[in-house]
């Protein structure tokens, strides 16, 4: 159990360092606009399948459903 919570909590800040490093690339992208991407889920879906979100979920995903799942939480 206590073994589950570690790699739970491990895996947790793994995806919130890969969502601030994408979040950082996304600026520097776009430093010409100061950030303003108003397609920014497409190009972060790109970004995080690159940088290998799909291994540290252990789940094969789709750039399309990706996409989804960003704006809607962004929403």
């Not at 800040?13 to 979040?23: E, G, I, R, S």
């Not at 108003?38 to 252990?58: A, F, H, M, N, T």
Request: aromatic share 8%.
């Amino acid at each position: 159990m206590v073994d589950q919570q570690v790699a739970s909590q491990s895996r947790a800040q793994q995806l919130a360092d890969l969502f601030h490093q994408t979040a950082e690339d996304h600026h520097v992208a776009y430093a010409a606009t100061d950030g303003v991407d108003p397609d920014w889920s497409i190009w972060y879906s790109g970004r995080l399948l690159e940088q290998g979100i799909e291994q540290l979920l252990d789940a094969k995903l789709l750039r399309s459903d990706l996409i989804y799942l960003l704006v809607l939480a962004d929403k």
